[in-house]
């Protein structure tokens, strides 16, 4: 019994071990894509590939194709990291001292893709605006869990729950979108 559990326990991790060098690999070669150099870029688009495995395979139960879910993960790589990258648009656009700046560093562009493409039948849309929610949803939990300090809001703890509540529905609502198309 126990050489079962120890023999299944060392399947998973190798399985773990398998999927974290391919995140650390296509983060890698996304970095590339786009030019990124720093450690912090780095560590978000990384946490947001990695959520984005995850992400595609709680679709694996609904009875969908290997190729569709492999499919839905690879056309989903360049929104997710665009969503990883977009909070971090305020550097430039405000300059340092407007970083984290709470509409930036909020839900809000996403819910307006979703508004926006609400009408859409389309898989393909409902694919790439849900995968940058996902990617938006993990750089806002990253930050909460950096513990990022949100402008204009007071206390480190109100900033917490802005960042997780903002990332968890991101992460939510690209779920259900998308849910609904495949």
Same mark, same amino acid.
């Given at each position: 019994?126990?050489?079962?559990?120890?023999?299944?326990?060392?399947?998973?991790?190798?399985?773990?071990?398998?999927?974290?060098?391919?995140?650390?690999?296509?983060?890698?070669? *996304?970095?590339?894509?786009?030019?990124?150099?720093?450690?912090?870029?780095?560590?978000?688009?990384?946490?947001?590939?990695?959520?984005?495995?995850?992400?595609?395979?709680?679709?694996?139960?609904?009875?969908?194709?290997?190729?569709? #879910?492999?499919?839905?993960?690879?056309?989903?790589?360049?929104?997710?990291?665009?969503? $990883?990258?977009?909070?971090?648009?305020?550097?430039?656009?405000?300059?340092?001292?407007?970083?984290?700046?709470?509409?930036?560093?909020?839900? *809000?562009?996403?819910?307006?893709?979703? *508004?926006?493409?609400?009408?859409?039948?389309?898989?393909?849309?409902?694919?790439?605006?849900?995968?940058?929610?996902?990617? #938006?949803?993990?750089?806002?939990?990253?930050?909460?869990?950096?513990?990022?300090?949100?402008?204009?809001?007071?206390?480190? $703890? #109100?900033?917490?729950?802005?960042?997780?509540?903002?990332?968890?529905?991101?992460?939510?609502?690209?779920?259900?979108?998308?849910?609904?198309?495949?």
């Amino acid at each position: 019994m126990n050489k079962d559990i120890a023999q299944k326990s060392k399947q998973v991790l190798f399985v773990l071990t398998g999927f974290l060098m391919l995140a650390i690999s296509i983060n890698f070669v *996304i970095l590339e894509f786009f030019d990124q150099k720093s450690s912090y870029r780095t560590a978000h688009s990384l946490v947001g590939i990695i959520l984005l495995m995850g992400f595609v395979y709680t679709f694996s139960g609904n009875k969908i194709s290997r190729a569709k #879910l492999i499919s839905l993960f690879l056309i989903s790589l360049i929104p997710c990291y665009l969503g $990883t990258v977009f909070s971090d648009l305020d550097i430039s656009l405000l300059g340092i001292g407007g970083h984290r700046n709470p509409i930036f560093h909020s839900g *809000i562009l996403f819910f307006i893709f979703l *508004i926006l493409t609400k009408k859409s039948d389309s898989y393909m849309v409902s694919a790439l605006v849900s995968a940058f929610g996902v990617g #938006l949803g993990s750089h806002l939990i990253w930050d909460m869990f950096d513990k990022g300090d949100v402008r204009w809001i007071p206390g480190g $703890t #109100l900033d917490t729950v802005w960042l997780g509540v903002n990332g968890m529905l991101c992460i939510l609502s690209a779920k259900i979108n998308l849910s609904h198309r495949i």
